[in-house]
């Protein structure tokens, strides 16, 4: 049975999680739908075995994306922890009375959703990874198909041949671990060519390698859809949500960076699994202000210019500690009914890789969403939001118009705001 319990609290939206638990539909003879094989010699019929165990939920969390504003670049698998209050033992592996001790596994899939001002939105999608009962409480704990491609070993026999581009590159090593993924595009272009590489080492390695060596961005959104951008620093340019002075009590902290050392790469040392090439670049001004910190990387980049133009890139997002930009935010939607409607609406869809625009409690940042994460808690009628941050690379500028606001109140030669 599926249902939804509504929060005293009506500054939050309606939590939903569903376990793959319910009963399958059962053979009907006669019946127009169940009474039918499908061309797989299945029962037809409902296949969803989701049932929804929200009443039971005591505490509830979920994270996406990456948790430090320095190393954002790479792959990063998602993570959920559910609480239940569960007395009659009913999620407990160890209950051979319960009706559900048959469908309590490794694996089955766990979904979280939200409902807000009538919307649904998909929150996370993953796989129950453990199931530990205790004191009344069953805690649930999830992973992403990233955490599943990271324990992936890629066979000594796959070869990934030469010159395929990036997210090619990725749809194959995927594939090649019985993950096989259709990869969304979200701007043009596919990515760079690739150099020749052997199956050696683990899925999620070998994905990380090509994402960084392309400079893209890779994301699993809340509804598993694997999605891939290349060159996104400069076609990524959306507002995810503001937060001015009208909202400022929906702020409950910022963390702002201080003199953090390994922000630092102003000597880029870029070679190739393709041996034959490497390249070396560096910022003088940089090095005088910062002292030398060298980042040696090896891309799978298959050309001298490609992998010139990677240590070109890298130099320029990581020369320079960036002013006044939040390594993370913190976010109290509840604080007030007003509050609440104009920021659930944006933090309950996908906002990594967009900007957020802050101009509140003396803290006026342009900032790029890399992380988020849900923390619900029924016992305080609670649910903030963690936003991880990082630095706009290349200093783009978010599309919101500021009167007198210097960068901000120009357009560009295309007639496009610009920073």
Partial sequence: MSYYSRPANTKLPTLSVELWIADNDAFTLNDPTLGRLNAGNYLE???SQFENVACEVMACSWRRGATSSTD????????????????????????TLSPKVNKLRVGMPLRISASWAGTDYVQYTGFVWSLEWENDVATFTAGDLFTRLARAELPSSALFPGGQVASQRI??????????????????GAGRPM???LGTTQALEAIDRTVVSDFGLLTLKPDGTVTYATAWYEGLRSLWFSLDDDLCDGLASA???????????????????????STRVSDTDSIDYYGRATWNYQTVLQSSTDLTWWANLALLFYKQIPNR????????????????????????????????????????????????????????????????????????????????????????????LKA
């Fill in 325 to 416: 930009v939040p390594l993370n935010v913190v976010l109290d939607p509840q604080a007030s009914a007003d509050i609440a409607a104009a920021l659930w609406p944006a933090l309950l869809t996908d906002g990594i890789g967009q900007v957020i625009d802050l101009n509140t409690e003396g803290l006026v940042a342009q900032a790029l969403a890399v992380g988020v994460t849900h923390n619900y808690d029924a016992a305080s009628d609670s649910w903030q939001v963690y936003v991880t941050c990082a630095a706009h690379p290349l200093n783009y500028a978010v599309n919101v118009f500021r009167l007198n606001g210097g960068t901000l109140g120009y357009l560009d030669y295309s007639n496009t």
């Fill in 255 to 277: 963390t702002l960076p201080g003199i953090a050392y390994d922000r630092v790469r102003n000597d880029i040392n870029a070679t190739s699994t393709n041996s034959l090439i």
């Fill in 45 to 47: 019929g409902n296949s």
């Fill in 195 to 197: 150099f020749q590489t």
């Fill in 171 to 188: 749809a194959d090593i995927m594939t090649a671990v019985n993950y096989a993924t259709q990869i969304s595009l979200a701007l043009p």
């Fill in 72 to 95: 954002f670049l790479g792959v990063n698998p998602g993570y959920a922890t559910v609480k239940l209050y569960d007395p009659d033992r009913v999620f407990d592996p160890a209950n």
